[in-house]
């Protein structure tokens, strides 16, 4: 599986986005991922599609748009619009898990399902022909810089025998440690946040995550 890093811009300097992204794109990121929050779904607020789509103008790698709203299905077209080119959304959300598939590959985009720590992968089993990706996350949603849940790498195990051939995304505590024991459970997807914006060489550091991946 080709392996790629997704730097999470919520742990960037909010201030200076546009020189962020370019350390992503110098360190060669194979997404950007951008964590859409309500307050709702996860006890914060974060970013919303006009910022997403202010970054997109400045900036070529495809963006990784995650949503942990308690409604995805309602704002698809705005993060469409925006220039999303994949949206993971929650299985745990209240929105039609079927119809926001739909909405999201006939607006053009790929789309991918999300499971908390909690839970079962299986449950996105009955969705995979239609899924690029299934995101895993490997920390309770809402902020950055938790630690990496050991305890979710099961999962990982048990989707990747059952589909060699899919993304999966890992989220959450990924460093230069972890992002070895989640490539090695079987993820190839990896998102970054506090790794790679709290390092003092960012595109360095993307360049080693994906080094430490392969191992
Ligand atoms: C957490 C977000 C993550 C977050 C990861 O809810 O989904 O994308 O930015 O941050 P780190 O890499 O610092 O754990
Ligand atoms: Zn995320």
Do not use: W
């Not at 599986?1 to 997704?6: L, P, R, V």
């Not at 409604?71 to 209240?94: L, Q």
């Not at 789309?111 to 995979?128: R, S």
């Not at 070895?180 to 079987?186: D, K, L, N, P």
């Amino acid at each position: 599986m080709e392996i790629k890093i997704s730097p999470s811009m919520l742990a960037s300097d909010y201030a200076n986005l546009q020189t962020e992204l370019e350390k992503c794109e110098k360190g060669g990121a194979d997404l950007i991922h951008l964590d859409v929050m309500d307050g709702h779904f996860v006890p914060n607020i974060s970013i919303g599609a006009p910022v997403i789509a202010a970054m997109k103008k400045v900036c070529t790698v495809p963006f990784d748009v995650h949503l942990m709203i308690s409604d995805p299905y309602s704002y698809i077209d705005d993060f469409v619009k925006a220039g999303a080119d994949i949206i993971s959304f929650h299985i745990e959300s209240d929105s039609d898990t079927d119809k926001t598939i739909d909405k999201i590959l006939s607006a053009g985009c790929k789309a991918a399902l999300a499971v908390k720590p909690a839970t079962p992968v299986e449950e996105v089993y009955p969705y995979l022909d239609r899924l690029s990706m299934v995101l895993v996350m490997t920390v309770e949603p809402g902020f950055g810089g938790q630690s990496f849940m050991h305890s979710t790498m099961p999962k990982i195990r048990q989707l990747r025998e059952k589909c060699p051939d899919i993304d999966i995304q890992v989220d959450g505590g990924i460093n230069t440690d972890t992002v070895s024991v989640a490539g090695e459970a079987g993820a190839n997807v990896f998102v970054a946040g506090s790794a790679v914006f709290k390092s003092e060489d960012p595109a360095m550091m993307i360049k080693t995550l994906k080094t430490n991946a392969r191992r």
